[in-house]
């Protein structure tokens, strides 16, 4: 037989390429039908025992966190309004307790001479005292959380059993010299209670400032391909208020990226199989969050912004595959790239009101490049969800 | 096909089922002849259409619709030759050792047949055969789509070329064997 020629032999096989009509089968749509209707694999469904396990852990929180409020609520303040009251009666019939001494009082009984002198000094007693009672008549605990301190309630007395004590000591035109600090007593009160309101409502729009400490595990990928193993996240970030609704915040998240990339991929030029990479980043992010209004302790809250990547150590190995065998190269970036608010974030989280300082946080993330990060100039993107504390410090 | 691109843009079921339709066979044709056997072509054949469905919205509409499948399906059946070779026993295959069942004479070999032939190329074998002869790649192209050297894919042509022909000589000596 006559050996073919290469181009008799590739003319051969072309034609039969060409005049090659296989059947159609319409099984096969239905194979295809059914992976069309199937939802696209995504990082999510890696998510789920991740958050499971941390709305487990808020959960728990907000329970151990109600327990203790309400503890707090009942023994420091008394609650309600109808609780302060029954303190109030308590109070009255205790006897005083101020930093004036009991024989004082005694001894002003048993001399009337001094009388002028000793009502002095119960009108200067009178509007100190009247003082702390507009502090705990306006008290707010989201405001004055640091006055908390049962020492200050010792202080706490009612308007009326003031009035009495007056009476007791001056035993001189007791009508009028009532009715006069009556009117001096409410003035002083209507006036520290409209300045308290006053500055309660400057410090509650504005220039509070928080802290956050938050953790996260991170799920990360290049294109939104699926996540081969989780990094994580752990961040301290300042918050600082700008009105009711308003924040913004900053700070560093210590960041593990651990990605791998199963497709033809141009890295550094060359033409690689596969790409892991595992990346030491410090992210600073720079964002701006709406909290929606709440009349609970839960709030909700979303937020967007821009993160700057340093990136302190690159790890990649990339694997190129040969006719028999692969073979990879691995490399090193130590302290080379960063990236400058390349990185889109969106979140949107809730929080729970632990304390009148504390809030516990769980915030689901996405954080996506804008444009390529890192020596292999990748677009990654991140997912994952911050659990935390957040801590008011003024 | 305008209005069926348009259709599979929207995600229209009843669009993708007429796109597969029209352009299955020729998916089928191509995929193939890179895979080892039918069943895993029509795998390749369906990945590929995930990724037309996928990426439609990306089609420049002033190039070849036909075209843009090609290149899909060349890509898919890549994709799975990269997959073969990470799973596969690394062994080559002797083709002295190629049994025939059908003795037939070259000229009389059905294009079925030939694709048969080329589907018991080695894998390595047969995507270099498929990228140039076929597809019309140059060694330069195929080497950056495989990672190899040119030196390796015109390498791998050759013997590709001389299986080939191995088969076919077998194919006629049985042929002829039988004939007398």
Same mark, same amino acid.
């Given at each position: 037989?006559?050996?073919?020629?290469?181009?008799?032999?590739?003319?051969?096989?072309?034609?039969?390429?060409?005049?090659?009509?296989?059947?159609?089968?319409?099984?096969?749509?239905?194979?295809?039908?059914?992976?069309?209707?199937?939802?696209?694999?995504?990082?999510?469904?890696?998510?789920?025992?991740?958050?499971?396990?941390?709305?487990?852990?808020?959960?728990?929180?907000?329970?151990?966190?109600?327990?203790?409020?309400?503890?707090?609520?009942?023994?420091?303040?008394?609650?309600?309004?109808?609780?302060?009251?029954?303190?109030?009666?308590?109070?009255?019939?205790?006897?005083?307790?101020?930093?004036?001494?009991?024989?004082?009082?005694?001894?002003?009984?048993?001399?009337?001479?001094?009388?002028?002198?000793?009502?002095?000094?119960?009108?200067?007693?009178?509007?100190?005292?009247?003082?702390?009672?507009?502090?705990?008549?306006?008290?707010?605990?989201?405001?004055?959380?640091?006055?908390?301190?049962?020492?200050?309630?010792?202080?706490?007395?009612?308007?009326?059993?003031?009035?009495?004590?007056?009476?007791?000591?001056?035993?001189?035109?007791?009508?009028?010299?009532?009715?006069?600090?009556?009117?001096?007593?409410?003035?002083?009160?209507?006036?520290?209670?409209?300045?308290?309101?006053?500055?309660?409502?400057?410090?509650?729009?504005?220039?509070?400032?928080?802290?956050?400490?938050?953790?996260?595990?991170?799920?990360?990928?290049?294109?939104?391909?699926?996540?081969?193993?989780?990094?994580?996240?752990?961040?301290?970030?300042?918050?600082?208020?700008?009105?009711?609704?308003?924040?913004?915040?900053?700070?560093?998240?210590?960041?593990?990226?651990?990605?791998?990339?199963?497709?033809?991929?141009?890295?550094?030029?060359?033409?690689?199989?596969?790409?892991?990479?595992?990346?030491?980043?410090?992210?600073?992010?720079?964002?701006?969050?709406?909290?929606?209004?709440?009349?609970?302790?839960?709030?909700?809250?979303?937020?967007?912004?821009?993160?700057?990547?340093?990136?302190? +150590?690159?790890?990649?190995?990339?694997?190129?595959?040969?006719?028999?065998?692969?073979?990879?190269?691995?490399?090193?970036?130590?302290?080379?790239?960063?990236?400058?608010?390349?990185?889109?974030?969106?979140?949107?989280?809730? +929080?729970?009101?632990?304390?009148?300082?504390?809030?516990?946080?769980?915030?689901?993330?996405?954080?996506?490049?804008?444009?390529?990060?890192?020596?292999?100039?990748?677009?990654?993107?991140?997912?994952?969800?911050?659990?935390?504390?957040?801590?008011?410090?003024? | 096909?305008?209005?069926?691109?348009?259709?599979?843009?929207?995600?229209?079921?009843?669009?993708?089922?007429?796109?597969?339709?029209?352009?299955?066979?020729?998916?089928?044709?191509?995929?193939?002849?890179?895979?080892?056997?039918?069943?895993?072509?029509?795998?390749?054949?369906?990945?590929?259409?995930?990724?037309?469905?996928?990426?439609?919205?990306?089609?420049?509409?002033?190039?070849?619709?036909?075209?843009?499948?090609?290149?899909?399906?060349?890509?898919?059946?890549?994709? +799975?030759?990269?997959?073969?070779?990470?799973?596969?026993?690394?062994?080559?295959?002797?083709?002295?050792?190629?049994?025939?069942?059908?003795?037939?004479?070259?000229?009389?070999?059905?294009?079925?047949?030939?694709?048969?032939?080329?589907?018991?190329?080695?894998?390595?074998?047969?995507?270099?055969?498929?990228?140039?002869?076929?597809?019309?790649?140059?060694?330069?192209?195929?080497?950056?789509?495989?990672?190899?050297?040119?030196?390796?894919?015109?390498?791998?042509?050759?013997?590709?070329?001389?299986?080939?022909?191995?088969?076919?000589?077998?194919?006629?000596?049985?042929?002829?064997?039988?004939?007398?």
């Amino acid at each position: 037989m006559k050996k073919l020629t290469d181009q008799e032999l590739d003319s051969l096989f072309k034609a039969a390429s060409e005049g090659y009509q296989p059947a159609f089968d319409a099984a096969e749509w239905e194979v295809m039908a059914n992976r069309l209707a199937q939802p696209k694999p995504s990082l999510w469904k890696k998510w789920i025992p991740y958050a499971l396990v941390g709305l487990i852990i808020f959960s728990s929180g907000v329970w151990i966190g109600t327990t203790l409020n309400l503890d707090l609520v009942n023994n420091k303040e008394g609650g309600s309004m109808q609780e302060k009251a029954l303190s109030l009666k308590n109070q009255k019939e205790q006897p005083i307790t101020d930093q004036q001494p009991k024989g004082d009082e005694t001894r002003i009984g048993e001399s009337k001479h001094n009388n002028e002198r000793v009502i002095g000094n119960v009108n200067r007693n009178l509007t100190d005292r009247n003082k702390e009672i507009a502090n705990h008549i306006i008290f707010d605990p989201e405001i004055d959380g640091k006055d908390k301190n049962p020492d200050s309630e010792k202080h706490i007395l009612p308007e009326k059993l003031q009035v009495d004590e007056f009476e007791i000591l001056t035993n001189e035109s007791p009508k009028d010299s009532t009715l006069h600090a009556n009117e001096e007593t409410k003035a002083d009160t209507t006036k520290l209670i409209a300045e308290e309101q006053e500055k309660k409502k400057d410090r509650r729009l504005s220039h509070l400032i928080f802290i956050r400490a938050l953790a996260s595990p991170d799920f990360s990928a290049i294109n939104f391909s699926s996540a081969s193993s989780m990094g994580s996240n752990y961040a301290f970030l300042l918050e600082y208020q700008i009105n009711s609704r308003l924040t913004i915040s900053t700070g560093a998240i210590r960041s593990m990226k651990k990605y791998s990339y199963d497709d033809e991929i141009t890295y550094s030029g060359h033409i690689a199989d596969q790409l892991d990479g595992t990346c030491r980043i410090i992210d600073i992010p720079l964002n701006v969050y709406y909290s929606f209004p709440s009349q609970s302790k839960f709030s909700f809250y979303t937020g967007v912004g821009l993160s700057s990547y340093i990136m302190q +150590q690159e790890n990649y190995t990339y694997t190129v595959n040969y006719k028999y065998s692969s073979r990879s190269y691995s490399t090193q970036i130590d302290d080379k790239n960063n990236e400058w608010f390349k990185v889109l974030n969106l979140s949107a989280g809730v +929080q729970y009101q632990l304390t009148p300082r504390i809030h516990l946080q769980t915030e689901p993330f996405l954080k996506t490049s804008l444009a390529g990060i890192g020596e292999g100039d990748v677009l990654l993107n991140s997912l994952g969800v911050f659990f935390g504390l957040k801590y008011k410090i003024n | 096909m305008h209005l069926l691109i348009q259709g599979c843009k929207r995600n229209d079921r009843d669009s993708q089922r007429l796109l597969y339709q029209h352009y299955y066979s020729y998916a089928l044709s191509i995929c193939i002849r890179y895979s080892r056997n039918t069943a895993e072509a029509k795998e390749v054949v369906n990945d590929g259409f995930m990724k037309v469905f996928g990426k439609i919205d990306q089609y420049n509409s002033d190039s070849s619709f036909k075209g843009w499948i090609r290149k899909i399906m060349i890509n898919a059946s890549i994709d +799975q030759y990269r997959k073969e070779l990470k799973h596969q026993q690394q062994s080559p295959v002797e083709f002295a050792h190629t049994v025939f069942t059908q003795p037939q004479a070259i000229t009389n070999l059905s294009h079925e047949e030939l694709i048969g032939l080329v589907q018991k190329l080695t894998p390595a074998y047969r995507v270099v055969f498929n990228l140039y002869v076929i597809d019309g790649y140059t060694h330069e192209e195929i080497g950056k789509i495989l990672g190899i050297s040119d030196g390796t894919s015109k390498s791998n042509l050759l013997k590709a070329r001389e299986n080939l022909r191995s088969m076919l000589e077998a194919l006629n000596r049985i042929s002829y064997e039988k004939v007398n």
